[in-house]
Structures are given as structure tokens and as C-alpha cells.
């Protein structure tokens, strides 16, 4: 399951309260940065692709 992170899981937070939002960013041109925009549905984005970069991939380990 992939969902935004930082920046991204803030502009979600602020949507879901109702306020309007933009977001600014830049990814790489690759699968991680469609991932990305498909979380960010609710949001108006401006994203910007990179070639010669790669979108940033956090994984996060829940303990039990």
C-alpha cells in the first residue's frame, strides 16, 4: 500500500477538514511518482517530472 508522506499526508489532512489546497513538487518520471499522484486525488498538485531524478520511497515498519 503506497500513500504520501510529509508534505503530501499534510495537504491530505487539511482536505479532509475542507479547506482548499495546492501542492508543489517534484518527482522522478517513474512508477513511485504515478503512485504518488493517485494519493493525492484530492488535492490540487502541480507536479513536476524529472528525468534525472527518482521519487523518494519511504518504508515504514509498524511494531506490534
Do not use: F, M, W
Not at 503530501?8 to 512508477?31: I, K, M, P, Y
Amino acid at each position: 500500500t503506497y500513500c504520501a508522506g510529509g508534505a503530501g499526508n499534510v495537504a491530505l489532512n487539511l482536505r479532509s477538514l475542507g479547506a482548499d489546497v495546492t501542492l508543489l513538487g517534484v518527482t522522478g518520471r517513474d512508477e513511485l511518482s504515478t503512485n504518488l499522484i493517485e494519493c493525492l486525488l484530492s488535492v490540487n498538485c502541480h507536479i513536476q517530472k524529472v528525468e534525472a531524478i527518482h521519487t523518494t520511497l519511504k518504508a515504514r515498519y509498524p511494531c506490534e
